[in-house]
């Protein structure tokens, strides 16, 4: 009984590391305790959106409204994540009864250089939606 | 529910029938002395850890009144604050606050869960106060060895240096103690804060600026990083080698360390908190002197996180 607590802890540890592999998720957040160990986080990351239509290409600001699911997406690019993101942006045009085809977000972090510490935007990602 | 205060006779091991019972003693005037009977250290770790969920309340609008309400009736009531469910209630809530926005919350909220779930197992153990003492030392030791892991062969920019080298002229939290301690003037902080913004994809300038980073800057760079590796990995040994190898006083002088310098600088007072009362669940009721000195620390992260301390010593410097 004394140690389900700790096994608790290893199995989301672990599955974070493994996450974090696989799909990118940050080491700051997922209970893997890697926070304060890496640049990698929120400040350093973020998903470009272009909303493509007929008549249109725009690329866009992160709107109130979905400023959560992007912060989501950016700590942990998955497909399932970026799909909400878009399916958000596409009910937000449509409210504004804005044409939209297709969503396009990028996933990106920062790259610091080892002497300089010089910044650099690193695309990682690229996630396309086509509106059904 | 039988109010109290935050007496130690409302932690007596009898429960209320220890307070009720006639006093044994008189004292000068022939008035009744008051029965002092022992706190039980694993109640101070519980009731530190109901005030950690009352001073950093947490989660959506659908558990975050319920972990307060609880929280406060555990401070108020004895017997909820010794009751399985009540423990087992706030390990769901918390685990619910974590899955509601998955995966922005911050790591001490995990360790909170596990902590939570933990005293709930323990309060249903036959010997409740070896278990939940063996659980807090078993929680703080992975969540610390997961810390190390990841600072030493997981993330590619920590023992490099330049995690602390960008976070102290970035991060705003650190910015006073990089003027402070680093030795950097506003103007420069200032100055290197815009050579670190990022530019968009494929731009670059033609002149880029060059990063002031004095001596002592560098030096506390080095230091943060090296001595946040070797304290992480001090704890993490006390806590997880066997007790004849690491003695009582060193596992409790290594996470005391750790919290009295770490949350000094870093901003997360509420990790600071769970671990005092993580360190509290490990001691036996013998160690009082060990128990105010967690006491003691928890107060002082208090007014760590709440003083502007560098700040301060800033403005006092330029007079």
């Not at chain 2, 770790?45 to 009736?73: K, N």
């Not at chain 2, 909820?80 to 926005?101: C, E, P, Q, Y």
């Not at chain 2, 070797?230 to 009582?248: C, D, I, N, R, T």
């Amino acid at each position: 009984m004394k140690m389900l607590a700790p096994a608790l802890l290893v199995a989301v540890a672990s599955t974070q590391i493994a996450l974090s592999r696989t799909f990118d998720l940050t080491a700051w957040k997922g209970g893997g305790f890697g926070m304060f160990s890496t640049l990698d986080h929120a400040g350093y990351r973020g998903v470009d959106i272009v909303v493509d239509a007929p008549d249109r290409s725009e690329s866009l600001q992160v709107p109130a409204s979905i400023e959560l699911a992007v912060a989501r997406a950016a700590a942990c690019p998955a497909d399932r994540m970026l799909r909400a993101v878009a399916e958000a942006v596409v009910a937000r045009e449509r409210r504004y009864q804005r044409p939209v085809s297709r969503v396009t977000l990028t996933f990106w972090r920062a790259d610091f250089d080892r002497a300089t510490l010089r910044p650099s935007e690193r695309p990682v990602r690229t996630f396309v939606y086509d509106v059904p | 529910m039988r109010p109290i205060a935050l007496r130690e006779l409302a932690f007596s091991s009898q429960g209320g029938a220890a307070a009720r019972a006639p006093a044994a003693e008189v004292d000068a005037a022939g008035d009744p002395r008051p029965v002092r009977s022992p706190v039980q250290a694993r109640d101070i770790a519980m009731c530190l850890t109901a005030i950690a969920l009352l001073l950093r309340p947490m989660g959506p609008w659908f558990v975050r009144p319920a972990i307060l309400a609880v929280a406060v009736l555990m401070i108020l009531s004895p017997a909820l604050l010794r009751s399985a469910l009540a423990w087992g209630a706030i390990a769901v809530m918390v685990a619910v606050r974590i899955a509601d926005d998955w995966p922005l919350a911050d790591n001490h909220v995990y360790l909170l869960g596990y902590w939570a779930f933990a005293i709930a197992l323990s309060l249903r153990a036959r010997a409740s106060a070896d278990t939940l003492a063996c659980s807090s030392r078993w929680l703080i030791g992975l969540a610390f060895v997961f810390a190390v892991l990841w600072k030493t062969m997981l993330s590619p920019d920590f023992l490099d240096g330049r995690f602390f080298r960008v976070t102290l002229l970035t991060d705003p939290r650190f910015g006073d103690a990089a003027q402070l301690i680093g030795g950097l003037s506003s103007g420069q902080l200032a100055a290197n804060r815009k050579a670190l913004e990022l530019l968009p994809p494929g731009a670059e300038l033609l002149d880029p600026p060059s990063i002031a980073e004095p001596a002592r800057l560098r030096l506390l760079a080095s230091a943060a990083t090296w001595g946040i590796v070797a304290l992480e990995a001090a704890v993490a040994l006390a806590m997880l080698l066997p007790a004849p190898a690491v003695g009582s006083s060193v596992r409790h002088g290594a996470l005391l360390l750790f919290c009295g310098t770490t949350y000094l600088f870093a901003p997360v007072a509420g990790f600071g908190w769970l671990l005092l009362a993580m360190g509290v669940g490990q001691l036996d009721d013998r160690q009082t002197v060990l128990r105010r000195v967690y006491v003691a620390a928890f107060l002082v992260v208090i007014f760590y996180g709440e003083i502007p301390w560098a700040g301060l010593a800033l403005d006092a410097g330029r007079g």
